[in-house]
Structure formats: C-alpha cells, structure tokens
C-alpha cells in the first residue's frame, strides 16, 4: 500500500493564522490529477486543493488551479459569492495550491436518501426539499445575474447544510464575461449536461474553449434533482457506453418523465424540475423565476 499524500507544506504554514495549528489532516480525495484535504484547526477547518505533480496532466490541473481561484476573486467582486468562502491561493513546489473554508454540508445524492423511498413521503420532507432547491436557485441566479454560469452543476458540488439548505461547491469551470481561460472549457460531469451543451461538445474540437450558458446551468439544475430523488438519471442511456454516445443521447432533449420515476407525487416540486428539462433552453425558467417556484 502506498503511503498517504501530504498537502504542501507551505499551504499549511500559511493557512495556520486562518485555522490556527492543525489538529487533524484528512485526505479527502486523489483522483484526475488533483487532491483535495481537511485541514481542522481550532479556529475553523478549511479544504485544501493542490495538482498532483505527479499527474500525467499536472500542468492543466495547476492552471485549473489558478484558473479557479481567478473566478473567486472575480465572482466575490461582484456579489455573485461571499467573501467568507475563498481563504488563500498560492504557489508550492508542485504547482499551485487553493483553500475555500469548509462547508459543514452532506453531498446531495446522500442527504435525499430519505426521499427518494416511500417514507420519504411525508409533510416534513416537502417544505426541506423545497428549501433545498430554492437555496440552490437563489445561489445560481447570482451568478447568473452577474453573466456567469456555474457550468458544472451536479449533484457532488451541492452540499446540503444542517438547516436544509443548499451550499455550491468548486467554481474551477465557471464561465464568465471577458474569461481569459486558462483551461478550456469541454462540458462537466456527462449526466447533467443540457442538450445543447452536449451538441456543442460533439461538434467542437476538445481545445477550443466552450462558453456555458446560465440556461445550461438550469438544465443541469433539474437533471440533479430527478437524479437524487428518483434514483434515475433523467437521460436514459446503457452505463457501458462511451462520452459520445451518451452526449448524443443527451443532445436529442429527450428525457424520462418525472411521473413514471418518481417515488412519490409533489406536483409543484415535479413542475419546477420538468421546466427546468425543456429541452429548448428558451423556454426553461430563469434561476430568479424559479426562486419562487419551488
């Protein structure tokens, strides 16, 4: 077995006067080129994200890096994000390093466990589940109003706090006015990309950069949502398929009904995510229309 990585030594000597010494380092995932910890101090705990320099794609993954921290700096700028998530950014002898302050949440797929059975259909579960997904429009539409797209909303980057409400997560692919990309954008996670999205990536060489759509971010929205609560993706399409493949399933805007995969009927609830899938992105809702939807 080999043995756990560290995080850069300088991230966490600097990051002590904002955490005080750190009482607990846990590796929290090591996958695609990149590591992120949880550095727990007493003061507060904080994630920690690095390249892996080790990496077959180490140079990308570092400019992901910076590129992520200069859509933080820029989305604070302009009240789309609050001052109090980004911490520190810099760079070690392996690239370059990023620390967000940690959001005490659950990921969404494991928080609507309860509601994607039977039981889950009771009068508590409707007004958090509500709660849930208008947090999570409330947070979009202040991207969306200051021209960026979040462009990878899924169901691991929401995470679900104590009160029932929604906390989005990692801003590396965000798309915004006058992006002067480091990184081009391809598309996020396969299963919550809109039809358009998903043409586009199809049709596009995989260096040229893609600009994401807030009405993307919609689609994804309500593919998250059908997804965590009915256990079923919203595009029908055999795992054992290849990313084309199933981006050309996604691309032709058919989706499941909600009616034939819900595990139980709430009918507002079902409305605002079956807008959200109008496979046409004109006629989907805004995020600041759907604040009151939900």
């Known amino acids: 077995m080999g043995t756990t990585p560290a995080p850069p030594g300088e991230a966490v000597v600097l990051l002590g006067a904002h955490t005080g010494e750190p009482?607990?380092?846990?590796?929290?995932?090591?996958?695609?080129?990149?590591?992120?910890?949880?550095?727990?101090?007493?003061?507060?705990?904080?994630?920690?994200?690095?390249?892996?320099?080790?990496?077959?794609?180490?140079?990308?993954?570092?400019?992901?890096?910076?590129?992520?921290?200069?859509?933080?700096?820029?989305?604070?700028?302009?009240?789309?994000?609050?001052?109090?998530y980004r911490v520190s950014a810099g760079t070690w002898d392996g690239g370059r390093w990023l620390a967000v302050n940690w959001i005490d949440g659950t990921p969404l797929w494991r928080a609507l466990t309860l509601a994607r059975g039977p039981e889950g259909d009771r009068a508590s579960v409707r007004p958090w589940l509500a709660g849930i997904a208008r947090t999570w429009t409330e947070h979009l539409a202040l991207m969306h109003v200051a021209g960026w797209a979040h462009a990878d909303v899924q169901p691991t980057n929401t995470l679900v706090t104590q009160g029932g409400h929604a906390a989005v997560i990692d801003y590396a692919l965000a798309c915004g006015p006058g992006d002067g990309r480091r990184v081009p954008y391809q598309g996020a996670l396969t299963h919550t990309t809109a039809p358009e999205l998903a043409t586009q990536i199809l049709d596009t060489p995989a260096d040229t950069h893609i600009q994401a759509q807030p009405s993307g971010d919609i689609w994804s929205l309500g593919a998250s949502l059908f997804w965590c609560w009915t256990g079923r993706r919203p595009v029908a399409y055999d795992d054992d398929l290849d990313r084309p493949k199933?981006?050309?399933?996604?691309?032709?805007?058919?989706?499941?009904?909600?009616?034939?995969?819900?595990?139980?009927?709430?009918?507002?609830?079902?409305?605002?995510?079956?807008?959200?899938?109008?496979?046409?992105?004109?006629?989907?809702?805004?995020a600041k229309e759907l604040t009151t939807a939900w």
């Not at 009918?267 to 805004?286: G, N, S, W």
Request: hydrophobic share 40%; proline share 9%; net charge neutral.
């Open 23 to 84: 009482t607990a380092v846990q590796l929290l995932s090591d996958r695609r080129g990149s590591r992120a910890w949880k550095l727990q101090g007493p003061k507060r705990a904080v994630v920690l994200k690095a390249n892996n320099p080790d990496g077959d794609n180490a140079r990308d993954k570092a400019a992901e890096m910076a590129q992520e921290d200069d859509h933080l700096l820029r989305l604070t700028a302009a009240c789309a994000l609050s001052p109090d």
């Open 246 to 286: 199933k981006l050309a399933a996604i691309a032709r805007g058919t989706t499941t009904a909600l009616r034939d995969a819900r595990p139980w009927p709430f009918p507002e609830f079902e409305d605002a995510i079956t807008a959200c899938l109008a496979p046409d992105p004109a006629d989907r809702p805004t």
